[in-house]
């Protein structure tokens, strides 16, 4: 599946966010335009919302529409109830977290480098997993509008 244009800006953004070089009033030349607490703050916020959003949207399609989870990893997790469900999903995202946060922390140089990346791969994954959900619901809706009994893809 090629990567849809919103998640390729979030990726992007994702990159600005935690990597563009900054110039301070001062003239010194900064790493980010956040500082690493908060870049990795706020990197953890929007991968703990985006797997929100994939599950809330799968479990809405399955809930309204009787729509299946094509993922085989992850069908065990959206048949669970509600809570158990949001709760797996947000012990999975802080999971990937901490591994940025271990790998931004650590004495291994290239592990320091690249520590946004395991959020940012995780967060991407799902914003496009919940774009495509909510595009799969929205031909659901028309199906149904239309009197047409729809199939799951």
Known sequence: MLV?????????FSA????????????????SILHPKKRWIALTALSV????ADSISTMQGRRLYGAREEDPLANWGVSLPRPATLSVTGALALGV???G????TSNVRPFRRVWWLPQTVQAGVNLGCAIENERKI???R????LG???SSP
Do not use: C
């Open 4 to 12: 849809s244009r919103p998640v390729t800006l979030f990726l992007l």
């Open 16 to 31: 600005l966010l935690l990597g563009a070089p900054s110039i301070s009033a001062a003239g010194d030349k900064r790493s």
């Open 49 to 52: 919302v985006s797997a929100y």
């Open 97 to 99: 977290a901490y591994v």
């Open 101 to 104: 946060h271990r790998m931004e």
């Open 138 to 140: 929205g031909q659901y």
């Open 142 to 145: 028309q199906y149904q509008a």
């Open 148 to 150: 047409i009994a729809a």
